[in-house]
């Protein structure tokens, strides 16, 4: 199930509405879900957005590494020999 949640940037007053798929992770981001709102620093490097931690946990389910998943779409492609 697809959910929405909203951003925002008090400094600069903007906000964002991003959308949050649970197919992957459902443990996941049921306990982000339960804990809102939160409220973190966001530190920007460069074009990335970081967070401090938060205190939510869950455990760890479907895993997958962005070099992972880019070994698996080259191959699924068939660039790759």
Request: proline share 5%; charged share 30%; net charge negative.
């Amino acid at each position: 199930m697809e959910k929405h949640i909203q951003i925002v940037f008090p400094q600069s007053k903007e906000t964002v509405l991003i959308k949050v798929d649970d197919s992957q992770s459902p443990n996941t981001v049921k306990a982000i879900l339960d804990n809102l709102p939160i409220e973190v620093n966001i530190n920007k490097w460069v074009k990335e957005l970081y967070t401090d931690k938060t205190l939510i946990r869950a455990q760890e389910e479907n895993a997958k590494s962005e070099y992972y998943n880019l070994i698996v779409k080259i191959i699924d492609n068939k660039i790759m020999p």
